[in-house]
Structures are given as structure tokens and as C-alpha cells.
């Protein structure tokens, strides 16, 4: 039998030179925190300090028209999904629902959002972008986990051993290898990883554009829209669907 590891302090987060560390306390919305901050320099790290979440935000510094600047999504989500796959065996596979939910063996695990400067027009660079995530590590104390009909955690599925703060520091060395990708390939290098973990059920046949929307045979569905409302924070409890 494995022993659980100690709850790792704030100032024992192992991140590259290019991230600024901001920690809140538990109680804390680290992407509010992050969006809400006179201050947006780049590559600065907001961590909420839960138990069961590995909860967090950083500011991006865009310099292309919004419209394009947006599609570092793409990037930050496949950041987060390989920093998922890192602790995942095989058989739990790692997915993508449109557009933001981060899907572990079909359920529910958590998932990314982003915020730009309020004054953006689609042609004009943004001042900042901030991506936030969450994902669920540990089962939620309201709730056994045979309640939940949307959601998974980590520790249920058998990953127990996995602290927040090793997610907060395998996404930030993730990210910087997702966005030098975006920058030295184009945004469609990313957006075509991000497809690549795309859940079946979207359709072998869909793709995104340029603009990043969702195309399908069927329909399609509005990059910029779908952004506006994540789909996978349950309104309530302002953390992922169980």
C-alpha cells in the first residue's frame, strides 16, 4: 500500500521563470481573481488552494486582433489535456467536449475558460487574456460519488495520488510548449491537436475553421458564442457538474 503525500505548500511549486505565482485561499474564484486585477502582467499564475480542485488562472499577453488571439484556447486546452494524459493509465482516456469541457473515461472532469479585455473589437489586440481551469482531483463532501450522473474525479477514478499543486506545475511547462507551438506553427497546429481528442460523439467528419467554430455536417457551432457560458461549471456550486 502506497502512502498519500503531504499537502505541499504554495512556495513549493516548481514553475518555469516565466510565471509569476498568486496564491488565494480556498474560498477564492482564481479566474475572477486573475480578470479582476489592476495588474495583468503576462504569465502571472493565480492558485486557489483547494483539496479538491486544482483550480487556476494565468494572464496571457495577446499581440493579434482579438479574433486570432482567441484561438490560444486551442493551445491552453491541449496544455491541460496532456497535463491530464501525464497521470492517466491508457485505459482512462483523456477528451475533449465542445468546446471547453475536459472529459476523463467519458465523465466529467473539469475544463478551461477564457476572458479578454472588455474594450475588444475582433480586429483589435486585446490588452490580456486570461484562461482559467479547474478540474476535480478529489470527491465533493455534499456527495458520494454513485449520486453523480455528469461528473468524475480523479481520486474515483483510481488516481488518487495526484496533488494540485503537481497540475498547476506540469500545466504551466505544458503551456509553455503548447504556445511556442502556436506561435513557431500557426494556430492550426493546436487546433488540430485539440481535434484530435475531439469525443466521438461530435462526429468523425467535424473540423474547425479559421475562426475557430465547430463544423459539422449538421450544424455548426460559434467559437466566440460558445465561449460565453462554460459547460462544464455546474451555476450553482461554481465548480464541475457531478
Known amino acids: 500500500m502506497a502512502l498519500r503525500k503531504p499537502f505541499r ?19 477564492g474564484d482564481a479566474f475572477e481573481h486573475a480578470t479582476k486585477r489592476p495588474d495583468k502582467a503576462a504569465g502571472t499564475l493565480v492558485w486557489a488552494r483547494r483539496f479538491q480542485l486544482a483550480e487556476f488562472a494565468v494572464v496571457l499577453e495577446p499581440v493579434e486582433p482579438l479574433a486570432k488571439a482567441r484561438l490560444a484556447f486551442f493551445a491552453a486546452m491541449n496544455a491541460l489535456a496532456d497535463t491530464l494524459a501525464v497521470h492517466c493509465p491508457p485505459e482512462k482516456p483523456v477528451a475533449f467536449d465542445w468546446p471547453d469541457t475536459l472529459l476523463l473515461d467519458g465523465g466529467i472532469l473539469g475544463g478551461g475558460r477564457l476572458a479578454w479585455s472588455d474594450r475588444s473589437d475582433e480586429d483589435e489586440t486585446p490588452d490580456w487574456l486570461v484562461f482559467g481551469a479547474m478540474l476535480r482531483t478529489a470527491g465533493h463532501y455534499r456527495s458520494e460519488p454513485g449520486e453523480w450522473t455528469r461528473g468524475v474525479a480523479l481520486g474515483e477514478e483510481g488516481i488518487w495520488d495526484v496533488q494540485p499543486a503537481e497540475i498547476v506545475e506540469s500545466f504551466a511547462r505544458h503551456l509553455m510548449f ?10 492550426r497546429h493546436e487546433m488540430s491537436r485539440w481535434t484530435e481528442r475531439l469525443q466521438p460523439s461530435a462526429g468523425e467528419l467535424a473540423y474547425l475553421d479559421e475562426a475557430g ?3 459539422r455536417p449538421q450544424d455548426t457551432r460559434l467559437f466566440a458564442q460558445a465561449l ?14 457531478l
Not at 9 to 27: G, H, Q, W
Not at 178 to 186: K, P, Q, Y
Request: hydrophobic share 40%; proline share 13%; aromatic share 10%.
Open 9 to 27: 505548500a504554495a512556495d513549493a511549486l516548481d514553475l518555469p521563470p516565466a510565471f509569476t505565482l498568486i496564491t488565494i485561499r480556498e474560498a
Open 228 to 241: 460565453s457560458k462554460p459547460s462544464w461549471l455546474d451555476p450553482k456550486t461554481r465548480e464541475p457538474w
Open 178 to 187: 503548447a504556445l511556442h507551438n502556436w506561435t513557431e506553427f500557426g494556430p
Open 213 to 215: 467554430n465547430l463544423c
